[in-house]
């Protein structure tokens, strides 16, 4: 353990399953949290997800790096006399499980309260503890639907998808992140512990952006636009002779460099598209008239060209892409997880790039089920 | 300001602008930090996003509650004193400006660090202040491109789609916070200020979830699915006699009450669907043999069975029908905004709910443009 990391203090008991929460706790540990992963005898659900790499999970250990495993069965006596020692010696306790559960095994909230009250509590669930879904079973999935972020990702109104990374669970975990943070900084204040109900619905709500007060505003059902951005022009994905190119002008200034960059200068100068608001609202023509001209050269030609010109632009970069990407590497964001037999396994890095950390490439080993146990019962002992 | 919140003695200098900036400032305010909002002499550029309201940015309102405006004209060295008496009396400065643009106004990090050694400082860029692209301006829609998201969003591999909320920015600006936190909880360790590096891309790439290492170990590039997920099945929308319905299956016994939910017993009992990875091999038929019974009935009829069975499954809530949904509006998730003559504009609320906060329905105003001049000069006579 770092002694220098910021949360080199704090220990974590870690009773979540999957994504959200493990995701989570992944993040605290890069900061220099100790995760003690409480397992149930079969292990995390994720354990059993492909693809396999020398028949361990590449799901399981993407997302565990760096933490140690105990199996804990909450139907046995003695697991739960080890479970209450390890909440005697633990700052946080976090779950996703649904509401009610830890309850049912004799961790009700005021149990903890009382007879451990520093201790922060950080709850992960579909829908929160309170309202007529509470009792209700989630999945990302159910919640990228219900929570409105589906209707709105898409080719238009009747053809919407489903975010290809699980945001439903993702941004769950990041709010519970800055709820353990927070909560540890309100008890260095108050010297009290305290519990975070966190519902992920919730927290997709919050991240809908504008749509929300431009629905209130104009009455009109905010629909998918595709590639496109529903208040900047030309912001989006267009066609060229071999492929497709992201681009963003955010500016007149910068409209008038990119209408000179595809060689129609006069684009520019037309009443339509003079202003954001009205290239907005002349989209389709827009569009059309982006596309004549980048249709007639390649991919490659146009990036040389927007490069020379300061346009902000992109390849729609598939995963193979994002790990060979120069920028990506120099950042160490894509690492090598070199564990038990396993070589050169690729796994996402930490973007936390702080002045009193290294910018660390070193990755740690994802525990075996149960793989801790004797270490951590050594300190309970 | 409520002293019992947890950052009521932090004042955050915030100098962000738009989305990944301004979404981060206001968790900030909403945990009870202060926030002085610095603005160039034409404001924010969002303060121009429509629609607009009483003459006023419904998008600028919905992203900067609570915070306190002055302008500050860099070029202008009467405001540059105005600056650094502000620097003296906050605890964290916040920018998103490209990497440089401080520096080149005389605030470099060295002289941050030198003149105010508690300062945190947290800058989010496209990509970072190192690297090839770091000069490179950005936008929410490039580093979606570049990131890889979009590449795994939508129809198939020939049909990919922006995420309809401008998920660049929003997870940039969570992250934030996890690191203006982590840099308090540091000082108070340490009593020294720190600096985050963070970059919008190497977000993007901690986001991707198992799409790098399922591409490491299969070598297969991952593609959209459309409404599927790559590694459960079946989760995903499926069709009804008159729309949509999201469906959620996480294990066997779940899947053998949703085919008796169906009406096709039958189904759970196939060995080609006789468990998830099996079922994932041979989703098509799966998809096609759950559609021929789904599109029997409408939509509200399969949401009554699924309740009583406790499927996991929701519509495909459109913005309108997440701002009526009993949950969230039971979790306060909708807020009506009622200032300067606007009445009930809605705006989505905070997720975290923590014991030692009311779950709040007070929301605060959004500043004009200079509105707390002399307020905040007062801080600094």
Redesign the interface.
Same mark, same amino acid.
């Given at each position: 353990m770092n002694k220098n990391l910021?949360?080199s203090n704090i220990v974590v008991l870690d009773l979540t399953n999957v994504?959200s929460g493990p995701f989570a706790t992944q993040?605290l540990s890069d900061?220099g949290a100790e995760i003690i992963k409480v397992e149930k005898p079969n292990g995390d659900?994720s354990r059993?997800?492909?693809?396999?790499?020398k028949k361990r999970s590449?799901?399981f250990? =993407?997302l565990n790096r760096g933490k140690k495993s105990i199996v804990v069965d909450f139907n046995n006596e003695e697991d739960k006399k080890i479970f209450k020692k390890l909440l005697a010696i633990s700052d946080v306790i976090i779950d996703n499980f649904k509401p009610g559960t830890l309850e049912k095994y004799g961790f009700s909230s005021s149990y903890l309260k009382k007879n451990f009250p520093l201790l922060i509590q950080t709850k992960i669930s579909g829908?929160?503890e309170?309202?007529?879904?509470k009792e209700?079973?989630?999945?990302?999935?159910? /919640?990228?639907?219900?929570?409105?972020?589906?209707?709105?990702?898409?080719?238009d109104?009747n053809?919407?998808?489903?975010?290809?990374?699980?945001?439903g669970d993702? /941004?769950a975990g990041?709010?519970a /992140?800055?709820?353990v943070?927070?909560?540890?900084?309100?008890r260095?204040? =108050?010297k009290?512990g305290?519990?975070?109900?966190?519902?992920m619905?919730?927290?997709q709500?919050?991240?809908?952006?504008?749509?929300?007060?431009?629905?209130?505003?104009?009455k009109k059902?905010?629909c998918?636009?595709?590639?496109?951005?529903p =208040?900047?022009t030309p912001?989006?994905?267009f066609k060229t002779l071999d492929g497709t190119l992201?681009?963003?002008i955010?500016?007149n200034k910068m409209f008038k460099d990119f209408c000179y960059s595809i060689k129609n200068e006069e684009l520019h100068k037309k009443k339509k598209y003079e202003n954001?608001?009205k290239r907005n609202k002349n989209l389709s023509d827009l569009r059309r008239d982006i596309e004549y001209q980048m249709k007639k050269k390649k991919t490659d030609y146009w990036c040389k060209v927007f490069v020379k010109n300061?346009i902000?632009? =992109?390849?729609?970069?598939?995963?193979?892409? /994002?790990?060979k990407?120069?920028?990506?590497e120099?950042?160490k964001?894509?690492l090598d997880y070199n564990f038990n037999a396993i070589n050169?396994?690729?796994?996402?890095?930490?973007?936390?790039?702080?002045?009193?950390m290294n910018i660390n490439d070193n990755v740690k080993k994802s525990p075996d089920l149960n793989e801790n146990k004797s270490e951590i019962l050594k300190k309970i002992k």
């Amino acid at each position: 353990m770092n002694k220098n990391l910021p949360l080199s203090n704090i220990v974590v008991l870690d009773l979540t399953n999957v994504l959200s929460g493990p995701f989570a706790t992944q993040i605290l540990s890069d900061l220099g949290a100790e995760i003690i992963k409480v397992e149930k005898p079969n292990g995390d659900d994720s354990r059993k997800f492909g693809p396999f790499i020398k028949k361990r999970s590449s799901y399981f250990i =993407s997302l565990n790096r760096g933490k140690k495993s105990i199996v804990v069965d909450f139907n046995n006596e003695e697991d739960k006399k080890i479970f209450k020692k390890l909440l005697a010696i633990s700052d946080v306790i976090i779950d996703n499980f649904k509401p009610g559960t830890l309850e049912k095994y004799g961790f009700s909230s005021s149990y903890l309260k009382k007879n451990f009250p520093l201790l922060i509590q950080t709850k992960i669930s579909g829908f929160g503890e309170t309202g007529p879904l509470k009792e209700n079973p989630a999945y990302d999935m159910i /919640v990228q639907a219900m929570g409105g972020i589906m209707s709105i990702t898409g080719k238009d109104k009747n053809e919407t998808y489903r975010v290809g990374s699980s945001i439903g669970d993702i /941004v769950a975990g990041l709010y519970a /992140v800055i709820g353990v943070l927070t909560q540890i900084i309100f008890r260095n204040q =108050s010297k009290k512990g305290s519990r975070l109900d966190l519902s992920m619905l919730d927290c997709q709500v919050a991240i809908l952006e504008n749509a929300i007060a431009r629905y209130s505003v104009e009455k009109k059902i905010p629909c998918p636009l595709g590639t496109d951005h529903p =208040s900047i022009t030309p912001f989006g994905a267009f066609k060229t002779l071999d492929g497709t190119l992201a681009i963003a002008i955010g500016n007149n200034k910068m409209f008038k460099d990119f209408c000179y960059s595809i060689k129609n200068e006069e684009l520019h100068k037309k009443k339509k598209y003079e202003n954001n608001a009205k290239r907005n609202k002349n989209l389709s023509d827009l569009r059309r008239d982006i596309e004549y001209q980048m249709k007639k050269k390649k991919t490659d030609y146009w990036c040389k060209v927007f490069v020379k010109n300061k346009i902000p632009h =992109s390849k729609i970069n598939n995963v193979k892409d /994002v790990i060979k990407n120069k920028q990506v590497e120099n950042r160490k964001m894509i690492l090598d997880y070199n564990f038990n037999a396993i070589n050169n396994l690729k796994i996402s890095g930490n973007p936390l790039k702080f002045s009193f950390m290294n910018i660390n490439d070193n990755v740690k080993k994802s525990p075996d089920l149960n793989e801790n146990k004797s270490e951590i019962l050594k300190k309970i002992k």
